[in-house]
């Protein structure tokens, strides 16, 4: 069964400070990956999309994530975190095979200390 | 400005009460989604919906039911057969786009049971 992993559940960064959330992924098939932000009672809001082509993508906010097929892995990065960015991070994971469905991580909630 | 409107916000049902929450989109999308959200277990698949008139269970679809009756719109009801309907509830849409497409999101909805 096609699985995500975010084996983090908490994250506390300081402000300025780098930041790597971890995703991992289980799928038989090629994958869609997706990095998605939530702020307290709200939606989700897309952070940034691999579907094909250089596996070191740029989103909004100064974010980053790195495909890696070998590790099954897609990580979120910023090298430098705002006070602002506090929130709650999915991973997803979708593919043609499986229909135009995502599965998602539990979440990784990030604070940011001052 | 285009989006996705889910109504009621908050709600608050008695047990043995069925409940419908809203979802509306003015985006021209094809497939819509609903997801139920619980803290620590990121966002299960309820029911989705590929073109109107046409629906399909998710991972937990269980106690609840869906129509599609038009492009525009996608309620889900709770009913009394669900057993712990307390939860966040998210609507989502997409239209793909060589055949897969980011996923728009509703402001949520969240139901208590009393």
């Known amino acids: 069964a096609q699985s995500v992993t975010q084996p983090d559940i908490h994250i506390t960064v300081s402000e300025g400070a780098s930041l790597e959330l971890r995703c991992n992924y289980s799928y038989g098939a090629t994958p869609y990956l997706f990095w998605y932000v939530q702020s307290p009672g709200q939606g989700l809001q897309l952070l940034l999309k691999y579907f094909s082509g250089d596996t070191l993508v740029q989103g909004i906010k100064g974010f980053e994530a790195e495909f890696k097929r070998s590790q099954s892995s897609f990580n979120l990065r910023k090298p430098s975190v705002h006070w602002s960015d506090a929130a709650e991070y999915f991973c997803a994971v979708g593919a043609m095979e499986y229909g135009n469905k995502l599965v998602f991580g539990a979440g990784t909630i990030l604070r940011v200390k001052s | 400005d285009g989006g996705i409107t889910q109504s009621p916000k908050y709600l608050f049902r008695k047990e043995g009460q069925n409940v419908t929450l809203s979802c509306e989109q003015n985006l021209n999308h094809d497939a819509m989604y609903w997801y139920r959200q619980d803290p620590g277990q990121g966002l299960r698949l309820i029911y989705y919906?590929?073109?109107?008139?046409?629906?399909q269970k998710g991972d937990i679809a269980e106690g609840y039911s869906v129509s599609r009756e038009k492009k525009e719109s996608f309620p889900l009801t709770v009913t009394s057969a669900q057993k712990n309907p307390t939860a966040f509830y998210l609507c989502?849409?997409?239209?793909?786009?060589?055949?897969?497409?980011?996923?728009?999101f509703g402001e949520g909805s969240r139901l208590t049971v009393l």
């Open positions: 919906s590929q073109i109107v008139n046409d629906f």
């Open positions: 989502a849409s997409t239209k793909p786009t060589g055949g897969w497409g980011e996923l728009f």
